[in-house]
């Protein structure tokens, strides 16, 4: 059983910068693609990035030369560097885990505000 649990949120100002991390626990050999989705009050769950094992990457176009996804495989730590942050990032952001049999895992959130 993978646990994820997220770090690196809080308030920002629009413009700034926020780094989140996730580190993956218990089965992690398991473990393929990982990455971060958001939920926004009111609005679905949507992806904004993706790492697999050999570091291939995928962003939402929202978020594409804005923000950086990287993966640490000695550490089991994904993160998520965001600059340039604006007003509609506000979201809760949930780190992700697929494992190679395709089981899903979520962390619990963290909350992300970006407000002046």
């Known amino acids: 059983q993978v646990q994820l649990v997220e770090s690196g949120g809080g308030l920002v100002q629009p413009g700034g910068s926020l780094r989140l991390s996730c580190a993956a626990s218990?089965?992690?050999?398991?473990?393929?693609?990982m990455g971060w989705y958001r939920q926004a009050q009111g609005k679905q769950r949507e992806l904004v990035a993706l790492?697999?094992?050999?570091?291939?990457?995928n962003y939402a176009n929202s978020v594409k030369g804005r923000f950086s996804i990287s993966r640490d495989n000695a550490k089991n730590t994904v993160s998520l560097q965001m600059n340039s942050l604006k007003p509609e990032d506000t979201a809760v952001y949930y780190c992700?885990?697929?494992?190679?049999?395709?089981?899903?895992?979520w962390g619990k959130g963290t909350l992300v505000t970006v407000s002046s």
């Open positions: 992700y885990a697929r494992s190679l049999s395709f089981r899903d895992y």
């Open positions: 218990g089965g992690i050999s398991s473990v393929n693609t």
């Open positions: 790492i697999t094992g050999s570091s291939s990457t």
